[in-house]
């Protein structure tokens, strides 16, 4: 699928469907980035520094499961599902089925899993986005079932509802 | 509970019980810091500008999830719970109840909930930690259920497993 415009994106809840795919440009990461972003947030030696990490469960330098989720939000904001007022999640489940190496080039794809209309406020609903990140092997290193919340047209939510 | 020293956790699998509970030190944030994160990771007007935040369901800037996210791991690999080999998470349930807002400061709180010792590998086991990241009144910005994978000490294991 092609790269979405990030800017002023323009889909509504009600333009979206279960089975819905979109999928990001993509970031070529590398070694210096991976400790970077570890020095600042999570400074351990598995992430920081490739010969210590080759003693550990890692087997060499991995980036903070963080800096993958940063990541993979960046190139979700940038050229994910262009949805209206930007990507605003509630949280979600997360998953790091395998590290993510320097020189990996990750983009997501994403999937609507579900959609809940919200009763108490006709003008949004919850979209349940599985956020699949991957490396160039097409390995998946990140899985993020997103809880986004989703604005409605006006006039489209439920009119027995109140605010 | 007194911080801990994060270099050199001692803490084995099998020196941990449910319902332990580990108090990490506090990290102070302000505009600026959410401003830097945003525009490398999380791009959207409610990260970057205040005035823009304004207008939309944040009412005013906050930080992305994922920069209270990589703050609440900083605090952890620093002054959480003391593991050996460090803080090594498999992915977990995220949340993110209310917004991180400039001048908050944050601590994470984490208690032991589920511990798995794993069948195939004898030498490691699975421990389920709730972190909540909370601001100085005390309210919830982060909860994190973390799947941890922990070492256990050498002997410790089923001798029936085979790795």
Redesign the interface.
Known sequence: MLEQDHTGGQLYFDDLTIGQRFTTGSHALDAAQIIA?AR???????HLDDAAARQ??FAGLAA???HT???S??LL??SGAPIV????????????PRPTRPDDVLHVESEIVEMIPSRSRPNRGTVIMRNETMNQRGEVVQ?FVARM?VPRRAGSGDAQSNE
Chains 1, 2 share one sequence.
């Open positions: 972003f600042q947030f999570d400074p351990q030696p598995f550990t469960l903070s499961g963080w989720a940063a990541i939000m960046r904001v940038e007022g930007g990507i605003l999640g509630a949280g979600g489940e997360l998953n790091w899985v919340i």
